[in-house]
């Protein structure tokens, strides 16, 4: 059996003003072409197939082509799971009738102690959940933190699991240690949100997003697929593509990454102002999507306008003449969480640490906003 393993597509992404739909549709296109060379027997989407939840249109569109693309077209079953960006009410319109083309779509809690079984492998399926809300499913569970409420889950899903059979598990959560970027959202404020690899060891295999980096943790039996694209610019060193999973007729599983190659990286330049607009900087791509880090930027007036004039998708600039302290201050915010970032100026502007109601509170509120709610 073949399984084709994906993930954090993040559909309608934007970076720094600049939209990336027509490199989500480049590269699903070329995801679409490998697909038909693989045949697969299923495709496992592992949640954030959008980066918001509440998607434009061009963006729904998207997801929709591609998904009858390859359902329907290629004939191919999918298998599809929330994220912690997704909003779930849009992602699941309309499951209940596309089970019926094999296309399973999972963001709820109901179902997870069903598989899907398709020839012969079992897929539980575990979509993203906050605390709050498998504390609200499971009222008799006493759960103080995160990872005791997915080992909740894990406990329940798999009570009727059979070892003599093949059995994955789709979830989209972090492991312990693994590798984070910039472009992923905290799962949950004001609790631990890492889960340790031992807990799913009842699986053969974990398909698992969230964590951008392909290779974000060493294991064998559970696998990050990645991000199909670069998303911020601490993934620029990352490989981006897709996982292959082939199931023996023993149940051995082996999985392989297979890259693919976007339209446009996303760049880091350390150069002086005058060797990146005589073009003597070390560049990859002028097309590229490119943050300059720039010296000798004291005398010139407005050099973002003078760079786009040569690499039009530049979209940051850093200005690498300021002083020391100040540099340090913005390398500290940009590793700082939200959270953290209120609390240091809240202590600054106050001179007294936030309250445990006011920090409930500050919780509560990126809590809901991560979910995509109103303020």
Request: with cysteine; hydrophobic share 35%; proline share 3%.
């Amino acid at each position: 059996m073949k399984i084709i393993h994906t993930a954090d597509w993040h559909l309608g992404k934007i970076l720094n003003g600049q939209s990336f739909l027509e490199d989500q549709r480049y590269i699903l296109n070329q995801f679409i072409n490998a697909m038909k060379e693989e045949q697969p027997d299923v495709i496992v989407i592992a949640g954030d197939l959008y980066d918001t939840s509440y998607p434009n249109k061009e963006t729904v569109k998207l997801l929709e082509e591609t998904t009858r693309t390859l359902n329907l077209t290629l004939n191919i079953p999918l298998i599809i799971i929330s994220g912690n960006h997704d909003g779930r009410t849009r992602l699941n319109y309309g499951a209940s009738w596309f089970e019926h083309t094999h296309l399973y779509i999972r963001t709820n809690l109901d179902r997870i102690a069903e598989p899907i079984t398709i020839n012969g492998v079992n897929f539980y399926m575990l979509p993203y959940a906050t605390l709050g809300e498998i504390q609200h499913f499971y009222p008799e569970e006493k759960l103080k933190f995160y990872d005791q409420a997915i080992q909740c889950c894990l406990k329940h899903m798999t009570a009727q699991l059979d070892s003599n059979q093949t059995n994955i598990l789709v979830g989209h959560l972090t492991v312990s240690g693994g590798i984070k970027s910039d472009s992923e959202r905290e799962l949950s404020i004001g609790t631990v949100e890492e889960i340790p690899e031992n807990v799913m060891k009842q699986f053969d295999s974990v398909l698992l997003g969230h964590l951008h980096h392909p290779f974000s943790i060493q294991s064998d039996f559970v696998y990050y697929s990645g991000s199909l694209l670069q998303y911020s610019f601490s993934e620029t060193k990352q490989a981006k593509g897709y996982r292959k999973l082939t199931v023996d007729e023993e149940g051995y599983i082996e999985s392989i990454f297979i890259p693919l190659k976007p339209l446009r990286e996303l760049e880091v330049v350390d150069a002086t102002y005058e060797e990146a607009i005589q073009e003597n900087a070390q560049v990859k791509n002028k097309e590229n999507y490119i943050h300059f880090n720039l010296t000798q930027l004291s005398h010139v007036n407005d050099p973002m306008m003078n760079l786009k004039q040569i690499y039009p998708n530049v979209l940051a600039l850093s200005n690498q003449s300021q002083t020391f302290e100040v540099h340090e201050t913005q390398n500290a915010i940009k590793q700082m969480t939200d959270k953290e970032i209120i609390e240091d100026f809240y202590e600054s502007m106050t001179q007294k640490s936030l309250s445990k109601v006011q920090e409930q509170k500050i919780n509560d509120l990126l809590n809901r906003m991560n979910r995509g709610e109103e303020a």
